[in-house]
C-alpha cells in the first residue's frame, strides 16, 4: 500500500480526553477516530488489525469445531423478556421502538437470539453436541464511556455459544473453548492469565473463567498464588476456611457507651481494640428479606459472595431508612446480638474465631463487649463472604495471594440450562424424552484486545506491534523523494517485497525524513527498510521496530535477512 494514498492521518499532540497509552496512540497513529462519546470509527490502518485478531479468532474457533454464522444487532425485546433479562440488564441495555410501536434492543450479547434459534432448529439428540460462534458489533449504553476502546458503547465481540445434550459434552466442549482462548490470546502475543470469575449478568450456575491481560491500567484485581496456577478475579477470590473455632469466653457480654462512634476505625481508638477483633455488621436485602452479613473489623464484605450464598445476581446494601425500620438503630451500631428473629445471620468463617469481640448493640450510640459467636448470638451460616487481602491463604493449599491489574478480553461460562429452560430450547433423548439443551457461552472482546496488545506492546515513540497481528509487515521508506537512486530502489523493492509475499506500506511521501521516521515509530510496524544515501551503492538501512537495532544492509542479501529476522520476533 502506499503511503501517499493511505488513509492513515498521524498526530503529533497527545490528544485531549485521551488518559492512556492505547487509547492516545490508536488517535495518534490514525487507527481510529471518535464519531461520539463511546464510538469509533476504525480508519484502515485500525481496520487491518482488527482483521488480523479476526483471523486468529476464526483459526483457532474453527479448529476447536465451531461454526461461523452472523446474527442480527436488532433484536425483539420479547425474548429479553422471556429470559427475564430486558429488566435484569438495567439502562445498559439500549432499547427502542419501530414505526409500529414494537419495542426491540441492540444487541449487548446474543444468548436469546442463538437459543430461540437452535430451539426452532434442533429437536433431536442426533444434532448435539453444537458450537455457533459470530464476529460482530455489540452495544450496551456506559454510563461513562472512557479509555477508548476499552470501555465504548459500541464494541465489537466475538460470542460463540455451546450445545450438548448432558453435562459431559458441556465441560468438553467448555475444556476446547477454554484451549482455544489460550491459544488466540498468546498467538496474539499477549502476557494474560485465565481467572476464575463471576458469571455477573450473563448467568448460569456452572464454572466461569476470565482471560485477564496483565496491564496497570486494568480495571479488574487478579487475585494469584504466588506459588501456583490459581488466579481469580478479586470479587470472587476464595478464601479457605482456614479458622478453628474460639475457645469459650471467659468474660460476659457488657455494654460500652460509644457517642458517635460509628466506624471501625473510630470504634477501635476509642476502645483501644485491634479492628481484628471488632465484628463488623451491614444489613442487605436478598429476594426482599433481610440479611445481617458478619465479618472481621479488618475485613471488606464481597457483595458478590453475599448475593452467590442465595443464588441471586445482586444483593442490595440496605439503605439508612431500612436499616432504622428493621434493627431499630442507625447504621454503625447494628450488631447480631438481640437482633430481629426474622433477620438471617450469616457470618464470613473468620469471624467463629474471634473471642471477646466488639459490636454493635442495636442501640444508638452503643456497643456490646466480650461478645462471643455461638454463646451471644447465633449464625445461620458460616461462609466465605470476604474480599480477599494481599498475605491471604490461597484456595489450593499453595502459597499465598499476590494482587495484579488485568484487563478482560475474553470470557467463557457454563451457562447450564438457565436459557434453554426459559424460552424452551428443548431436545428427544435416545428414549424419546424430552430435556433442556445445555448451553455454555464464550466470548472475546476482539476491538478490546487490539487495546490490550497496545498496553502491552508500546514505548514513547509510538506502537510495537506483534508480528501475528501488525496492520503490515514492513514500513518501507523513500527519505528524499527528490533523489532519483533513492526513488527508483525503492520502487524496485516494494514490487520484490510483495512477490515475496510481505505486505508492505510504502512511504512514498514527499515528507522530509525527519517525519517519515516519526511516523515510521508511532506505527510501528515490526520492520522498516529505508532508501537514504546509499542508495545508489545498493544499501538500505533497516531498524527492527522492537529492540531498536539498526543495520545497513545490501540489497541483494536483503531478503535472506529478513527471512532470517521475522522467524526470530514475536
Known amino acids: 500500500m502506499r503511503q501517499q494514498l493511505f488513509f492513515s492521518p498521524t498526530m503529533r499532540d497527545v490528544p485531549q480526553g485521551a488518559d492512556i497509552a492505547s487509547h492516545q496512540l490508536m488517535l495518534r497513529a490514525g487507527l481510529i477516530r471518535q464519531t461520539a462519546s463511546g464510538v469509533y470509527s476504525y480508519l484502515p490502518l485500525g481496520k487491518r488489525v482488527l482483521r488480523k485478531v479476526e483471523e486468529i479468532v476464526r483459526d483457532e474457533m474453527d479448529a476447536a469445531g465451531g461454526q461461523e454464522m452472523l446474527m442480527p444487532a436488532i433484536q425483539p425485546a420479547e425474548l429479553w423478556q422471556e429470559s427475564g433479562r430486558y429488566t435484569d440488564m438495567g439502562p ?57 476502546v476499552l470501555r465504548s458503547r459500541e464494541f465489537i465481540m466475538k460470542d460463540a455459544y455451546s450445545f450438548d445434550a448432558d453435562e459431559e459434552g458441556l465441560d468438553k466442549n467448555y475444556q476446547a473453548m477454554y484451549q482455544a482462548y489460550s491459544a488466540i490470546f498468546t498467538r496474539c502475543g499477549l502476557d494474560y492469565r485465565a481467572v476464575e470469575a463471576d458469571a455477573g449478568a450473563i448467568g448460569g450456575n456452572g464454572g466461569t473463567h476470565e482471560f485477564m491481560v496483565l496491564s496497570a491500567i486494568g480495571e479488574d484485581t487478579i487475585a494469584y498464588s504466588d506459588a501456583s496456577d490459581y488466579a481469580a478475579n478479586l470479587e470472587i477470590a476464595a478464601v479457605p476456611d482456614n479458622y478453628k473455632k474460639a475457645d469459650p ?148 493449599g499453595k502459597g499465598t495471594y499476590r494482587f495484579a491489574k488485568g484487563i478482560e478480553v475474553g470470557h467463557v461460562f457454563k451457562l447450564g440450562t438457565k436459557y434453554s429452560e426459559a424460552l424452551g430450547a428443548s431436545f428427544l433423548d435416545e428414549n424419546g424424552r424430552s430435556n433442556p439443551i445445555i448451553m455454555g457461552c464464550y466470548g472475546i472482546g476482539v476491538s478490546r484486545t487490539i487495546a490490550a496488545v497496545i498496553e502491552q506492546n508500546h514505548d514513547e515513540n509510538g506502537l510495537i506491534w506483534p508480528k501475528s497481528v501488525a496492520p503490515f509487515d514492513l514500513h518501507l521508506l523513500i527519505l528524499n523523494t527528490k533523489q532519483e537512486e533513492q526513488v527508483k530502489l525503492g520502487e524496485e523493492l516494494y514490487e520484490l517485497l510483495r512477490t515475496k509475499g510481505y505486505d508492505v506500506l510504502f512511504d512514498d511521501r514527499k515528507e522530509r525524513a525527519g517525519v517519515k521516521f516519526k511516523d515510521s515509530d508511532l506505527i510501528g510496524l515490526p520492520v522498516r527498510i529505508a532508501c537514504g544515501k546509499k542508495a545508489a551503492q545498493g544499501v538500505v538501512e533497516v531498524k527492527i521496530r522492537r529492540g531498536g537495532e539498526v543495520e545497513e544492509i545490501q540489497v541483494d542479501s536483503l531478503i535472506e535477512y529478513l527471512q532470517k529476522t521475522f522467524e526470530k520476533l514475536v
Not at 118 to 138: A, C, F, G, W
Not at 340 to 353: N, Y
Open 249 to 396: 469466653a471467659e468474660k460476659l457480654l457488657s455494654t460500652t457507651e460509644t457517642p458517635a462512634m460509628k466506624t471501625i476505625k473510630e470504634v477501635s481508638n476509642y476502645l483501644g481494640q485491634d479492628p481484628s477483633k471488632l465484628l463488623k455488621s451491614l444489613l442487605f436485602i436478598v429476594n426482599e428479606q433481610p440479611v445481617l452479613v458478619i465479618c472481621r473489623g479488618d475485613h471488606e464484605i464481597n457483595e458478590i459472595k453475599v448475593a452467590n450464598a442465595f443464588g441471586e445476581m445482586h444483593a442490595e446494601l440496605a439503605d439508612q431508612e431500612t436499616v432504622q425500620q428493621v434493627m431499630g438503630t442507625e447504621p454503625g451500631f447494628i450488631g447480631p446480638v438481640n437482633a430481629p428473629e426474622h433477620v438471617e445471620i450469616i457470618a464470613d468463617f473468620a469471624v467463629k474465631s474471634l473471642n471477646a469481640a466488639v459490636c454493635g448493640a442495636n442501640e444508638a450510640d452503643k456497643h456490646f463487649q466480650n461478645v462471643h459467636p455461638g454463646r451471644d448470638f447465633q449464625v445461620n451460616r458460616f461462609m466465605d463472604l470476604r474480599i480477599v487481602q494481599e498475605g491471604d491463604a490461597a484456595p489450593d
Open 92 to 148: 445498559e441495555l439500549m432499547r427502542l421502538k419501530d414505526r409500529h410501536e414494537r419495542d426491540f434492543v441492540l444487541g449487548a450479547t446474543h444468548e436469546e437470539v442463538i437459543t430461540s434459534l437452535v430451539r426452532d432448529e434442533v429437536t433431536s439428540y442426533k444434532k448435539l453436541p453444537m458450537n455457533l460462534y459470530q464476529i460482530q458489533t455489540k452495544y450496551r449504553d456506559e454510563r461513562r464511556p472512557r479509555f477508548g
